[in-house]
T-cell receptor
């Protein structure tokens, strides 16, 4: 599998429900970042979690990181129609926190009203 | 504060032609990155500038691609000559520390 591979590839839920997306990666990392991309638009940075952190919150977002399993999850609580977008995880290799990121193919999330 | 901007937003050219993409990073950001997403594939890192110096250009696909960042401010990415497989969305990002801020991308179509 690819570095920074998300699953599921697509997810459709009802508004108000929680959405969970997972990301797996292969090599050791300095940090992992989650991004959102609305259709046809740029990437919006959501949250960054460093390799020595296990969980982080930002508003309705919760990110976990398990470096022993090389995996991360993004939880969006109380989803809204505006959360419909593609979500990507991106990893930064160990040794350089500002290095180029490796992205997965993304999870396309659809929130049904 | 203005975000990362890219120009043009769309470009349609014919195979063999030259195209130059421009990226203006957030003011004060020393790090500037170029990424590319071709249809159906993941976003791929191309290269990384620190100020005007190329820190890492391991992702550049071949010598038809030339990136510059004269003066350490804006950057250009030139494709010459363009090939069909160069079609995709080219993203620029900038950072001062770790968090990278992305521009809206330039959609390049090579016919």
């Amino acid at each position: 599998s690819q570095q920074g591979e998300e699953d599921p590839q697509a997810l459709s839920i009802q508004e108000g429900e929680n959405a969970t997306m997972n990301c797996s990666y292969k090599t050791s990392i300095n940090n992992l970042q989650w991004y959102r991309q609305n259709s046809g638009r740029g990437l919006v940075h959501l949250i960054l979690i460093r390799s020595n952190e296990r969980e982080k919150h930002s508003g309705r977002l919760r990110v976990t990181l398990d470096t022993s399993k090389k995996s991360s999850s993004l939880l969006i609580t109380a989803s809204r129609a505006a959360d419909t977008a593609s979500y990507f995880c991106a990893t930064c290799p160990i040794g350089g926190g500002a290095d180029g990121l490796t992205f997965g193919k993304g999870t396309h999330l659809i929130i049904q009203p | 504060e203005a975000g990362v901007t890219q120009f043009p937003s769309h470009s349609v050219i014919e195979k063999g032609q030259t195209v130059t993409l421009r990226c203006d990073p957030i003011s004060g950001h020393d790090n500037l990155y170029w990424y590319r997403r071709v249809m159906g594939k993941e976003i791929k890192f191309l290269l990384h500038f620190v100020k005007e110096s190329k820190q890492d250009e391991s992702g550049m696909p071949n010598n038809r691609f030339l990136a510059e960042r004269t003066g350490g401010t804006y950057s250009t990415l030139k494709v010459q000559p363009a090939e069909l497989e160069d079609s995709g969305v080219y993203f620029c990002a900038s950072s001062q520390e770790i968090e990278q801020f992305f521009g809206p991308g330039t959609r390049l179509t090579v016919l």
